[in-house]
C-alpha cells in the first residue's frame, strides 16, 4: 500500500520559513518523480514544485521561485520543501505527489497524492 505522509504545515508569520516532509512508503521511491502542490481556500489546485528521480533538476512556479527549494532524500524515502520569505498568499493545504516525469508545469503521470499538510502565514 503507497502511502504519502506530509508533514510540517503550522501557522507562521509573513516573512518566516519552514519546511515541509512528505515521507513516501510502499513504492519505489527513486523511481518517482516527486512534487508539491497547493490548494488555497476557493481556488484550484495549483504546482508549486517537482524535482526528478535523482533530485538534480527542480521546476518551480513563477509564485515561488526564489524563495521555495524542493530537494529530496532517496535514501529516506524523503521529498521536501524549504519555504522562505513566507507571504500570506502562501496560505493553503500543500500535497505531496508522486509521478513518472517532472517538469516546468509539474508532474507528469501523477500516480498518487498524499492527504495534505496546512501552512497558514499570516500577515
Known amino acids: 500500500q503507497v502511502q504519502l505522509v506530509e508533514s510540517g504545515g503550522k501557522l507562521v508569520q509573513a516573512g518566516g520559513s519552514l519546511r515541509l516532509s512528505c515521507a513516501a512508503s510502499?513504492?519505489?521511491?527513486?523511481?518517482?518523480?516527486m512534487g508539491w502542490f497547493r490548494q488555497a481556500p476557493r481556488k484550484e489546485r495549483e504546482f508549486v514544485a517537482a524535482?526528478?528521480?535523482?533530485?538534480?533538476?527542480?521546476y518551480y512556479a513563477d509564485s515561488v521561485k526564489g524563495r521555495f527549494t524542493i530537494s529530496r532524500d532517496n535514501a529516506k524515502n524523503t521529498v521536501y520543501l524549504q519555504m522562505n520569505s513566507l507571504k500570506p498568499e502562501d496560505t493553503a493545504v500543500y500535497y505531496c505527489?508522486?509521478?513518472?516525469?517532472?517538469?516546468?508545469?509539474?508532474?507528469?503521470?501523477?500516480?498518487?497524492w498524499g492527504k495534505g499538510t496546512l501552512v497558514t502565514v499570516s500577515s
Open positions: 505527489a508522486a509521478g513518472s516525469v517532472a517538469g516546468p508545469q509539474g508532474i507528469g503521470g501523477i500516480n498518487y
Open positions: 510502499g513504492l519505489a521511491f527513486s523511481t518517482y518523480a
Open positions: 524535482t526528478g528521480w535523482s533530485g538534480s533538476s527542480t
